[in-house]
């Protein structure tokens, strides 16, 4: 049985990583009314927050303070490099943000709806989002299946619950 003031979608991620907001987007393109459930202040998940993204702006970044220091000269060019850390961090939070911005303008012009919190999935299709109102998937003949993303989800297959 629904709860009351319960808000009705046809498929909700719970999970704003790579594989969560891509397959948000995706079930928006197909016309489906989609929920998006996020624990992290922005969306992007650990790839892009913490992980990949940041971690190759850096290495991009040390990669060319090495070009610039060894490999430079064997092509006639002579300079002092220094490196500036503080710059080449700032640089990495740029990046980050910037992913992070184009996650939230592509739900945004998708339509799909965003939730602030952790999700956890109980049995009747229900989802609920902590510290928010509850979320349930639409009953429908053929419904859509909610994705949990992220390595750090916990499932519990005895419970049938999920959380993320």
């Known amino acids: 049985m629904a709860a009351e003031g319960a808000k009705r979608h046809d498929v909700v991620i719970v999970g704003a990583g790579p594989g969560g907001y891509v397959a948000a987007v995706r079930g928006a393109q197909l016309g489906l009314d989609v929920a998006l459930v996020e624990k992290e202040p922005v969306l992007g998940g650990t790839c892009v927050r913490v992980g990949c993204i940041p971690s190759k702006a850096l290495l991009e970044s040390s990669f060319l303070y090495q070009e610039?220091?060894?490999?430079?000269?064997?092509h006639g060019l002579k300079s002092q490099v220094d490196l500036d850390l503080a710059a080449m961090h700032?640089?990495?939070?740029?990046?980050?943000?910037?992913?992070?911005?184009?996650v939230a303008f592509l739900m945004?012009?998708?339509?799909?709806?965003?939730?602030?919190?952790?999700?956890r999935l109980e049995a009747g299709r229900r989802v609920v989002v902590a510290g928010?109102?509850?979320?349930?998937?639409?009953?429908?003949?053929?419904?859509?299946?909610?994705?949990?993303?992220?390595?750090?989800?916990?499932?519990?297959?005895?419970?049938?619950?999920?959380?993320?």
């Open 90 to 102: 700032a640089r990495r939070e740029k990046v980050v943000k910037q992913n992070t911005d184009g």
């Open 68 to 74: 610039a220091r060894s490999a430079f000269a064997a």
């Open 132 to 164: 928010d109102e509850p979320v349930l998937r639409e009953e429908r003949e053929d419904p859509a299946a909610v994705v949990v993303d992220d390595h750090h989800d916990e499932v519990d297959p005895a419970a049938g619950e999920a959380e993320a």
């Open 108 to 119: 945004k012009k998708n339509g799909v709806t965003v939730y602030r919190g952790t999700g």
